[in-house]
């Protein structure tokens, strides 16, 4: 399995992004799926989780701010990110929300900053 992120950037406090995760070599609309995110120095987090039917669930720092979507045409996984702030800076990832684990990809690095 192959998970490409994409999307980040850096971008001033308040500002948007939008994340991109293309998935490769696997029934990608089968597996539930989440995005996470490791700050330095810091464990890497679950911060958004999407079911194979569309489900969502957010951990409570981005809730209200961040959006988890799906194509499973494109297997592609995206994440919008409104209202960002100076701590949701970390190198950002995706994988499928599970205990097993795929292998993880390069991440995408998203900094908050003026």
């Known amino acids: 399995v192959q998970l490409q992120a994409s999307g980040g950037g850096l971008v001033q406090p308040g500002g948007s992004l939008r994340l991109s995760c293309k998935v490769s070599?696997?029934?990608?609309?089968?597996?539930?799926m989440g995005w996470y995110r490791q700050a330095p120095g810091k464990q890497r987090d679950l911060v958004a989780r999407?079911?194979?039917?569309?489900?969502?669930i957010y951990s409570d720092s981005v809730k209200g701010r961040f959006t988890i979507s799906r194509d499973n045409v494109w297997r592609t996984l995206y994440l919008q990110m409104n209202g960002l702030k100076p701590e949701d800076t970390a190198v950002y990832y995706c994988n499928r929300f599970t205990s097993d684990l795929w292998g993880w990809g390069q991440g995408t690095q998203v900094t908050v900053s003026s």
């Open positions: 999407i079911t194979h039917d569309g489900g969502t």
């Open positions: 070599g696997t029934n990608f609309r089968l597996h539930n």
